[in-house]
């Protein structure tokens, strides 16, 4: 087993290795105001690290963190212009491509969602399938995130519309935990640690789950690419060496957590990440470590998944045309994949 000196040293190496590697060609922008929805969750844990490690620094870059209440809000920061770049899902890049408004995601943090759709554990018994949530309150990160995605992926599998169901946005972290727990939901599309806490607290029962390779292909037929890191398509015009420096910084982070155990990640993370349990958080850190990119790249066949999941399952999307060859740029991590 690694110690945790061991797994510093390798981070040192790291920095030392890519020192200068961005500022090698002048980088355009240094500020930078990063969006995200649930920063504390095990799904951007990788922004975590690379803020506490010092990396986005290493590369050059003073980087602002700004927190929301679910990822359809931080896309919206992009949109806005109020963030330069987002940690968020996948599926935004193809969303946006069919409204008109190019973002281009350039680093793959998630191989699959690790999003979980559980029930309130006495209203478990009503519910044997999907289309048994028909009238039920469903708490998601907030509406028109992922979480409420996964939920209307899912209940279409059993012709039930979106409307069919009332989404309530219940935040992540403490607030999610506590919807469920004071009964203001029925059931509930989140993310671990939150998930963990409320099955090993007996609140839920499980109805489907997405953070294992075999429990996406048994729900979706096979993986789709989950958080990733995404800039408008002009700002990288405008920004590569920026890009490039950000990109730096995610993949010595990658490197760093593929080393790294569960108990070295709850040592770098704010402690109020553990929602109170530090062996809670442990457990649902080596239960989510295979859902991770090591490489920072989206396999096309991942990309397709993506895609067809959303003309499947989203009626606004079943006649969009898309490119996905548009919605990731592998440029990035290649040549940062190089300089290791």
């Keep these: 087993m690694k110690t ?20 090698a060609q002048a980088i355009e922008k240094k500020d930078l105001t990063l969006g ?28 602002t963190i700004t927190d929301f209440g679910g990822g359809a809000k931080a896309l919206q920061s992009l949109i806005g212009g109020s963030a330069d770049v987002v940690t968020g899902a996948y599926e935004h890049t193809i969303r946006m491509q069919v409204k008109g408004q190019p973002i281009t995601a350039v680093l793959e943090l998630g191989r699959f969602p690790g999003i979980v759709l559980a029930v309130r554990k006495d209203k478990a018994a009503q519910v044997k399938s999907f289309k048994d949530l028909k009238g039920m309150k469903i708490g998601v990160t907030a509406p028109g995130s992922s979480t409420n995605f996964f939920v209307n992926a899912l209940i279409a599998k059993d012709g039930l519309k979106p409307e069919d169901v009332s989404i309530i946005g219940v935040g992540t972290g403490l607030s ?16 671990d640690p939150v998930i963990t806490k409320l099955q090993q607290d007996g609140d839920v029962v ?32 405008k920004n590569p060496n920026t890009v490039q420096a950000v990109v730096n910084a995610f993949y010595k982070t990658q ?79 290649k040549k940062a994949a190089a300089q290791m």
């Design 255 to 333: 490197k760093w957590l593929a080393a790294a155990t569960p108990e070295d990640v709850a040592k770098t993370v704010p402690e109020e990440y553990y929602l109170g349990d530090r062996a809670l958080y442990i457990a649902a850190v080596k239960a989510s470590k295979p859902m991770y990119s090591v490489t920072g790249i989206i396999p096309p066949e991942g990309m397709k998944n993506a895609l067809d999941m959303l003309v499947r399952f989203d009626a606004e999307m079943k006649d969009a045309k898309v490119d996905l060859s548009k919605t990731f740029n592998d440029s990035f991590a």
């Design 206 to 237: 499980v109805l489907a789950d997405s953070r294992t390779e075999e429990d996406n292909k048994k729900l979706f037929g096979g993986n789709n690419p989950a958080a990733v890191v995404y800039f408008k398509q002009d700002f990288i015009d």
């Design 176 to 191: 999610a935990v506590a919807a469920m727990k004071k009964g203001d939901i029925d059931a509930i599309s989140n993310l």
């Design 36 to 63: 995200v929805g649930g920063k504390g969750l095990l799904y951007y844990l990788q922004l975590t690290l690379t803020e506490r490690l010092g990396y986005f620094k290493d590369q050059g870059l003073n980087v």
């Design 4 to 23: 945790w000196f061991g797994v510093w040293a390798g981070a040192l190496a790291l920095s030392a290795m890519f020192a200068g590697a961005a500022s």
